[in-house]
């Protein structure tokens, strides 16, 4: 069966350093990646994807992904963090059946101090 | 484009009440889905359309209908309330991988 795990409840980093939030994941046959962000009272929104091809996926805002097979993971990445990332992530993989159906982590919340 | 729109943002219910929570999409997406937000617990589906007159159960539809007469719309159904569905009620819609979600509903069962 597919998962997704995020295991840190809560990432705290300081305004301008490097951010980094993980994710592994179980699948069967090639995985379809996703980093979705939840600011407070508000929907979910996409950040990127990786479905095939380079590694290393760029998405909104200014984060990246990194792709590892190996080791499973695909951890989201930022060189400089902001206040305002401040938020919600959910990392999801995608169903292997046709249904196309998301299966998401638990969800990590990042704080950015000043 | 108003995206992915759900109404209403929030609601109270008594245990047994039944209500429906719409959700309506307009770009024209053939798959939609309801999804519950539980603290720790990320989202999880409760029921998906893959298009107008096909639905099916996702991981957790116990307690929940849903139709799809039309792309547009897809409104979940709580039959009869229960303090266990307290919880924020998501849906989306999805076009080739990307799923766009709505706001959000913020249901509280007493």
């Known amino acids: 069966a597919q998962s997704v795990a995020q295991p840190e409840d809560q990432v705290n980093v300081a305004e301008g350093n490097p951010l980094t939030v993980k994710c592994t994941y179980s699948v069967s046959g090639n995985p379809y990646l996703f980093w979705y962000v939840q600011y407070p009272n508000r929907g979910l929104q996409f950040l990127l994807k990786?479905?095939?091809?380079?590694?290393l996926v760029k998405g909104s805002y200014g984060f990246e992904a990194e792709f590892n097979k190996s080791q499973t993971s695909f951890h989201l990445k930022k060189p400089s963090a902001l206040v305002s990332d401040s938020a919600l992530y959910f990392c999801?993989?995608?169903?292997?059946?046709?249904?196309?159906?998301?299966?998401f982590g638990q969800g990590t919340t990042l704080q950015v101090k000043p | 484009n108003a995206g992915v729109t759900q109404t209403p943002k929030f609601q109270v219910l008594k245990t047994g009440q039944s209500m429906t929570l719409q959700c309506a999409q307009d770009m024209n997406h053939e798959y939609m889905s309801w999804y519950r937000q539980d603290p720790g617990m990320g989202l999880r589906l409760i029921h998906y359309s893959v298009g107008a007159g096909i639905t099916d159960q996702g991981e957790v539809p116990n307690g929940y209908n849903v139709s799809r007469s039309t792309t547009e719309d897809f409104p979940l159904r709580l039959l009869s309330a229960a303090p266990s569905q307290t919880s924020v009620y998501f849906c989306?819609?999805?076009?080739?991988?990307?799923?766009?979600f709505g706001p959000g509903t913020r249901l509280t069962v007493l």
């Open positions: 999801a993989v995608r169903d292997a059946s046709n249904t196309g159906k998301l299966i």
């Open positions: 990786y479905i095939t091809g380079d590694n």
């Open positions: 989306a819609s999805r076009w080739t991988d990307t799923q766009y």
